[in-house]
């Protein structure tokens, strides 16, 4: 029995020790070492993330709102009701609960990885190995241009299109992450985000619309 014991306690204490290395000191406070970007791509939470981005796009009804409401530095609680509704929820509630996870999320996510300290082009790279590690191209969907369609085959125009919305959606990942480094509250963040998402939503358009003056011009 006390073999046994001394066995644990000594299992605990190495567990504890191994803690302690991969933390530093912060006066009295230990703070946990950033993690490298380098496995990002198979992080349940950062894929939970960037699923999460591409169904808020897909499923916003008025972009219009979001980006007049998004320029406010204060929300009212009609402003929060209009946006519920812009974003395609049926209850200011559901849209707020929603908001505080995505958050929270997010702000976890930048504690774990301390992405203002990371190369832009560095994280550009994790995003698109998370696109790949997701299969975002797996099946047609164009809505808002959100990432799930296929790639363009062998029409050029097309390619180009399916680039283009990957690089826009890709930037618009960059820029929220960035939201999280400022460890907004709730409402800062609905803002924030609110004004990634009126940029992801209008790239796209434009992604689009080149995409069809250059079909338009190739049938000519």
């Known amino acids: 029995m006390k073999k046994n014991f001394i066995l644990i306690t000594l299992v605990a204490v190495i567990a504890v020790v191994a803690t302690l290395f991969s933390c530093q000191k912060d006066g ?12 990002i791509h198979k992080d349940k939470d950062f894929q939970s993330f960037i699923i999460t981005l591409q169904n808020q796009v897909k499923q916003v009804k008025d972009i219009n709102t979001i980006a007049i409401i998004s ?26 609960n929603d908001q505080e996870i995505f958050t929270n999320n997010l702000n976890k996510l930048d504690k774990k990885y301390n992405f203002k300290d990371k190369n832009s082009d560095s994280l550009l790279v994790a995003v698109y190995k998370t696109f790949d590690e997701l299969h975002l191209f797996s099946k047609t969907n164009n809505t808002n241009g959100a990432l799930v369609f296929m790639a363009g085959g062998g029409d050029p125009c097309e390619t180009a299109r399916v680039a283009c919305l ?20 709730i409402v800062l963040g609905i803002i924030c985000h609110g004004a990634v998402i009126t940029y992801q939503i209008s790239a796209s358009a434009g992604c ?13």
Do not use: H, R, W
Request: positive net charge.
């Open 208 to 220: 689009n619309a080149t995409a069809q003056t250059c079909s338009s011009t190739n049938t000519q």
């Open 28 to 39: 009295t406070i230990f703070k946990q070492i950033p993690l490298s970007l380098n496995n």
């Open 166 to 185: 990957v690089s826009v959606a890709a930037q618009a990942v960059l820029m929220n992450l960035a939201c999280g480094g400022l460890d907004l509250t």
């Open 71 to 96: 320029k406010k530095s204060k929300l009212t609680d009609q402003d929060i009701e209009k946006l519920s509704l812009a974003y395609g929820y049926i209850s200011k509630q559901e849209f707020l």
